[in-house]
């Protein structure tokens, strides 16, 4: 049994299509699985701004029939010095799940280790896992399944969105193309995952500087801000520079397939990533994936206090690839 849901890669396409079920169950009804969250306390502890993930919790933790407990550092001891393995020993014996945002994966871990409750990843410098789940819902309801679809990311990809979409594509069995400049692909040791796990489930993983070329035959486009939470206003003018040729505009959107969506994890910067014309038009499902994070939420939640997911067995090496 897996105790904590810190990154999609910790589990197996089994856990990841349970939590699915059981989101898109909890979205048509909020009330199926009672309250079994009653008389317990959740601890949304968050050193970073948010919207969706913030509400979107204390949201399901209500729904669950649990009290949201949200803090930030200014208000724990953790601010002052307290070590993070004190802290999560000490909030284990009042609370029933853990929700942490915070930069460091590492930290996270720690904190992962030293609980005995429940610790859920509401976002990291390198994981998004929350977010996935609920595009991977978004992508089920559009196109009815996630296998064999074909998934173009286009723009700053070194960040915890295009980590997280790509081991959870890889892991359903879609394939991912990720359109970057060289100096904003992905971390190596994700892709190195990916790669290898897409080819156990007969995907694949693309890595071009092409946007034309990468959403040529997508079913869905993605893109993120090209400024991630933590990184320095003084990158923005070079980033601009670097990324227009990778925004995502009603041209280059019609290279996709005809019946191609359009997703946004959100916040947007419309004129920079994204045109208006997009994100707000009929293809756009930006919106739809911001609903998702509801019943996603209550699924993880419910998942990890019933003990219901195994997490990743030991997975054989990719097949070699045939030469030609
Ligand atoms: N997509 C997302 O995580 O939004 P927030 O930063 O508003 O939580």
Same mark, same amino acid.
């Given at each position: 049994m897996i105790k904590d849901f810190l990154r999609i890669a910790d589990f197996s396409s089994e856990d990841i299509n349970h939590l699915l079920n059981l989101s898109a169950e909890l979205k048509a009804d909020p009330e199926s699985r009672g309250k079994p969250l009653d008389g317990d306390t959740v601890?949304?502890?968050?050193?970073?701004?948010?919207?969706?993930?913030? $509400?979107?919790?204390?949201?399901?933790?209500?729904?669950?029939?649990?009290?949201?407990?949200?803090?930030?550092?200014?208000?724990?001891?953790?601010?002052?010095?307290?070590? $993070?393995?004190?802290?999560?020993?000490?909030?284990?014996?009042?609370?029933?799940?853990?929700? $942490?945002? !915070?930069? *460091? +994966?590492? +930290?996270?871990?720690?904190? *992962?280790?030293?609980?005995? $409750?429940?610790?859920?990843?509401?976002? !990291?410098d390198n994981h998004h896992p929350c977010q996935a789940l609920a595009d991977l819902l978004t992508l089920n309801e559009r196109f009815g399944r996630i296998k064999g679809l074909r998934v173009t990311y286009v723009g700053d990809a070194h960040n915890n969105v295009t980590h997280s979409l790509m081991e959870a594509c890889a892991l359903l069995g879609a394939s991912i193309v990720i359109a970057s400049p060289p100096s904003l692909r992905p971390a190596d040791e994700i892709l190195d995952w990916a790669r290898a796990e897409a080819a156990r489930h007969g995907a694949e993983v693309v890595v071009t500087d092409d946007p034309r070329g990468a959403v040529r035959g997508a079913h869905a486009v993605y893109t993120d801000v090209w400024l991630s939470m933590g990184e320095p206003e003084a990158l923005r003018a070079e980033r601009i520079d670097q990324l227009t040729p990778y925004r995502v505009t009603p041209a280059l959107l019609a290279l996709a397939v005809p019946d191609a969506i359009f997703m946004h994890c959100l916040p947007a910067h419309r004129g920079e990533e994204v045109d208006a014309a997009v994100i707000d038009g009929p293809q756009s499902v930006a919106f739809q994936q911001a609903e998702n994070r509801l019943p996603t939420e209550m699924a993880i939640l419910y998942a990890l206090v019933n003990g219901l997911l195994n997490g990743a067995r030991e997975r054989e090496p990719a097949p070699a690839t045939q030469g030609v």
């Open positions: 601890v949304l502890y968050f050193t970073k701004p948010s919207t969706r993930t913030r $509400i979107s919790f204390e949201a399901a933790v209500a729904h669950l029939g649990g009290l949201p407990a949200m803090v930030s550092p200014a208000e724990l001891q953790l601010g002052r010095g307290e070590t $993070i393995e004190d802290t999560a020993r000490v909030v284990s014996e009042y609370a029933r799940a853990f929700v $942490i945002r !915070t930069a *460091s +994966d590492e +930290d996270v871990r720690r904190f *992962s280790a030293a609980a005995s $409750i429940p610790v859920i990843n509401a976002l !990291t």
